[in-house]
């Protein structure tokens, strides 16, 4: 891997550079990225007849308010929920596939004063909104793009494209590096961007901090602002909590029938708030993690529905386990924690060795 100063370097000199999500070799993705401003035809070729993915324009919430671009899905669920509608420039381009004509469309929508009349929808750039924190908040491709532009002094969006084996499948660990060498490309892991960032910055701080008494006795509770949104996330620990020594963790996102009614989904495990508590109590030692994410109508209905066995998508993740990982591993750092008995589902957590964290194992509910 190359150092995070390696690729901001080759960024900032409009060279193409690899990220992948961290050091392992399984369950690692990676995507080709160029900064957004030094995109051209040439980079929008390679990574279609090179990389194979999606050709993707990350760009802040800011500038997609700036151009007018909504989601594309409403209360979308995944890891790709932050879609918004595809793109195409409104002048200079003639079908919109050609390598030329979607550099031209990336150039119109970074232009320092884009307006929405510079863009036409649908098109052949699909634009991906990143969130507000960068990869300290969400530790994926999507931030990782626009952070290492912000970082090589530029405009805070890049270009950037999945990287798939001749199979068509997607690439790990060993396929990444193999591309990177056969390409001359910098390779890069997000773990080391964010371990690179957390040095100097954090996007959440302390606020309260005290003993509060529990239906399952006394627990510390630290308040913490999110400097970037600024809701207030709680986190209860017991035990003394040291990075060596592996930690029961729990990091929640308030659900009403789960948490309030104890509902009950069958043949699906599920940790509630009381659930978590109670085996921390029981544990001595542990840390839950409260994000202050507001319930949508949506989200509600689809609980009930999931409750009445009247879903399919009972086993789909929720946006917010992949929005709030970089939010509840901050918290987990600043409180100490270091190895994981993760209390939920046995999923992929991109990059958090870049917190200084490591899940040891996956803890369900009864164990």
């Known amino acids: 891997m190359n150092t995070v100063d390696e690729l901001i370097s080759e960024i900032r000199q409009g060279r193409m550079v690899v990220l992948v999500d961290d050091d392992a070799d399984s369950n690692n993705e990676g995507v080709v990225m160029v900064a957004a401003e030094h995109c051209d035809a040439g980079h929008v070729n390679f990574m279609a007849r ?8 990350t760009l802040t919430e800011e500038r997609c308010r700036q ?11 995944g890891e790709k929920a932050h879609f918004t509608l595809s793109i195409e420039a409104a002048e200079g381009i003639d079908t919109g596939i050609s390598a030329a004509d979607r550099a031209r469309t990336v150039q119109a929508a970074v232009a320092p004063f884009a307006r929405p009349q510079d863009i036409v929808q649908p098109g052949h750039i699909f634009p991906l909104a990143a969130m507000p924190g960068g990869v300290l908040t969400r530790a994926g491709h999507t931030e990782a793009g626009s952070d290492y532009a912000r970082l090589a002094g530029l405009l805070p969006a890049a270009v950037i ?3 798939l084996t001749p199979a068509g499948m997607l690439a790990d660990g060993a396929a990444l590096r193999e591309f990177a060498d056969k390409h001359q490309l910098k390779i890069g892991s997000i773990a080391d961007l964010i371990h690179f960032r957390m040095v100097n910055e954090r996007t959440i701080r302390r606020v309260r901090e005290g003993t509060i008494n529990t239906a399952y006795g006394e627990f510390r509770l630290t308040a913490y602002r999110d400097q970037t949104a600024g809701a207030v996330h709680l986190a209860l620990s017991r035990g003394k909590i040291v990075p060596e020594q592996p930690t029961l963790v729990r990091v929640h996102v308030q659900s009403a029938l789960r948490d309030l009614v104890t509902s009950r989904i069958p043949e699906q495990a599920s940790w509630n708030m009381a659930g978590c508590l109670q085996a921390v109590a ?4 542990g840390v839950i993690v409260l994000l202050a994410r507001c319930e949508s109508p949506e989200q509600l209905l689809a609980s009930i529905d999931m409750a009445l066995g009247e879903a399919g998508q009972g086993g789909a993740m929720s946006p917010d386990s992949y929005t709030t990982v970089g939010l509840g591993s901050q918290i987990l750092k600043d409180l ?8 939920g589902a046995p999923i992929k957590y991109n990059a958090i060795s870049g917190f200084g964290l490591e899940v040891l194992d996956f803890v369900q509910p009864g164990q």
């Open 161 to 163: 494209t999945d990287i």
């Open 67 to 77: 151009l007018n671009l909504p989601l594309m899905v409403d209360e979308g669920l």
């Open 336 to 343: 100490g924690v270091g190895k994981i008995h993760l209390m």
């Open 50 to 57: 090179q990389a194979r993915g999606l050709v993707c324009l």
């Open 282 to 285: 029981e544990n001595g030692r």
